[in-house]
């Protein structure tokens, strides 16, 4: 019984690491300052990167963080395109909202076309039996 107690102890200690790597190497952060996150060694997210899974799991929550930073710049495109509409009309309009529109602008278009080859080049390496096909669309999306 004792054993289970460790061995249990042991899995949940584990998903806790690989919960923190995911959420870290997710955010993009290196090897080295995701192992500091996660309180492992440097070797570890390397180890763990190996395992098709949990790779698969890192690369679903950068999906997950590219989409919400696509969604929340077209929220803001709408505002942009509002300052652009404006500018139109006024010239008067600091010269600053008009260069923070067109860098939303940019950035959203800049996004979505990484997000789409990363896509892209993920559909076309499973196709080539190089990694498994993963669902990475969100609601409503196809992949």
Request: aromatic share 4%; charged share 25%; net charge positive.
């Amino acid at each position: 019984m004792v054993a289970d107690s460790g061995s249990g102890e042991s899995a949940r200690r584990r998903q806790v690491v690989d919960d923190l790597l995911v959420e870290a190497l997710g955010r993009g952060l290196s090897y080295a300052a995701a192992a500091a996150v996660a309180g492992v060694s440097a070797k570890t997210p390397y180890r763990r990167m190996q395992d098709t899974a949990f790779r698969a799991r890192v690369e679903l929550h950068a999906d997950g963080n590219v989409r919400q930073v696509v969604a929340g710049l077209g929220t803001l495109a709408v505002d942009a395109l509002d300052v652009l509409r404006r500018r139109m009309r006024d010239e008067t309009m600091p010269a600053e909202q008009l260069r923070a529109a067109g860098l939303v602008l940019a950035q959203l278009l800049r996004f979505r076309q990484v997000a789409e080859f990363e896509r892209r080049l993920r559909d076309v390496e499973a196709q080539l039996g190089l990694r498994p096909l993963l669902n990475t669309s969100g609601p409503g999306e196809q992949s």
